[in-house]
């Protein structure tokens, strides 16, 4: 546990200074696409702290007042966070067509150069504290970190593309903000399914997610849990994966196997995955 809290500080801390990085160095050297994924970073290092402490408050024990316990806490406060991210992309859309778009001065990738340096270092390290440790928190963690990698890597194209072309930047600007969009209405619809759905225990279904994740030879289906909401379900997968794996091939097999379930029958719309070791 005390190794699972000191990767988290130091998430914390190298997500903090990368979108400090990303909003000033975008409003200095005039990149209004790294301005937006700064706020992109921002939204991932509030999503981590409200979760944190979210999820300590609904361990708490139930009492007179909430007889029941805290446990629905965690899903009202993610729907709050989600509710935010929403403001925030749709005022950053707003924005970007209110901007000049100027030709960005290109001391601005030594700022890109830097962040995808430190948040490459930071996604493998609470990747491989997160294997050792089974920690899930941190295994999520480390997969939010190699996509602002990824995220970064694109605006370093914007920007290079933005010397010739400097509208450009409205396109990249405009194309964070639906990703800041898409994150916040995915937070918001994920936590209504667990709070108005109902638990399903389906054997064919879990039998079909088995024969799904067994198809990889990486992965090892162990469990999965189903959460029904009208004809949809939400289901929340345990696979057994090998402590080497790296965090890129670990996404890309992730994403093919989310790709396939829903075009299953069953209308599973929503997967999230717990990894534990082979």
Same mark, same amino acid.
């Given at each position: ?22 909003i ?19 939204c ?33 406060s993610?729907?709050?966070i ?9 005022? /950053? +859309?707003? %924005?970007a ?5 100027? &030709?960005?001065?290109?001391? =601005?990738?030594?700022?890109? #150069? *830097?962040v995808?340096f430190?948040?490459?270092l930071?996604?493998?390290y ?11 928190? /941190? +295994?999520? %963690? ?6 602002? &990698?990824?995220?970064?890597? =694109?605006?370093?194209?914007? #920007? *290079? ?32 399914f ?6 399903k225990?389906?054997?064919? #279904? ?32 345990e ?11 670990? #996404? ?15 209308n599973?719309k929503?997967i ?7």
């Open positions: 546990m005390k190794k699972e809290r000191k990767a988290l500080y130091f998430s914390v801390l190298i997500n903090t200074i990368v979108s400090a990085f990303k000033i160095g975008g409003l200095l050297f005039g990149s209004y696409t790294i301005v937006a994924d700064g706020y992109y970073s921002l991932d290092l509030i999503t981590d702290l409200i979760a944190l402490i979210s999820a300590k408050i609904a361990k708490r024990r139930a009492n007179k007042k909430y007889p029941f316990g805290y446990g629905r806490v965690e899903y009202i993610e729907m709050l989600g509710c935010l991210i929403l403001g925030l992309g749709i005022f /950053l +859309i707003f %924005s067509f209110h901007k000049t778009f100027v &030709v960005p001065n290109l001391n =601005v990738l030594y700022i890109i #150069i *830097l995808i430190l948040k490459t930071s996604s493998n609470l990747y491989q504290v997160g294997k050792k440790n089974r920690s899930q928190i /941190l +295994i999520t %963690s480390a997969k939010e970190s190699f996509i602002d &990698v990824i995220s970064s890597t =694109v605006v370093l194209f914007v #920007i *290079l593309i933005g010397q010739f072309f400097p509208l450009i930047d409205l396109i990249g600007a405009l194309g964070i903000s639906i990703l800041i969009l898409w994150e916040g209405l995915k937070i918001i619809s994920d936590n209504i667990a709070l108005v759905g109902e638990d225990n389906d054997a064919e #279904i879990k039998s079909e997610i088995a024969k799904v994740v067994n198809a990889n030879r990486d992965f090892l289906y162990s469990d999965a849990s189903l959460i029904k909401s009208g004809s949809y379900y939400q289901a929340t997968i696979v057994a994966v090998a402590d080497d794996m790296r965090v890129k091939d670990l #996404i890309k097999k992730e994403n093919k196997i989310r790709t396939k379930l829903k075009k299953t029958k069953y599973i929503f999230d995955f717990n990894f534990i070791s082979k």
